[in-house]
């Protein structure tokens, strides 16, 4: 095996996040990025994150209100508002930035 970097162990919630993005970007199809969800994350953790997406779709569709979607999904209503307010107002735009990159194609 090829000499790695030494990992200090750290707390610091900025490099713990920096080092789990790059994970995150090493996955190549939607099959290796399944692999890696299901060693990092429990059923529950991914299942989570899977219901906050459908509702970030659902609503950047606009036909649904917060309660129609709350009740086709099963999320609930916090949840809704939650993603609401990411994808609409929050400055980090990362659901707007996926939800763009997959309508163009862009996306792997």
Known sequence: MPDSPSLTPTKD????????????LTPGSVDEMRRLLVDLCTPAEIR????RWQVA???DGDELSYR??????????TTVVRVARFLKQEPHRGYRRALDALEAGDAR
């Open 68 to 77: 129609e979607i709350q009740e086709a999904t099963g999320v609930s209503t």
């Open 48 to 51: 989570t994150l899977a219901e």
């Open 13 to 24: 919630l900025d490099r713990l996040t920096d080092d789990l993005c790059a994970a995150l």
């Open 57 to 59: 779709r659902l609503l």
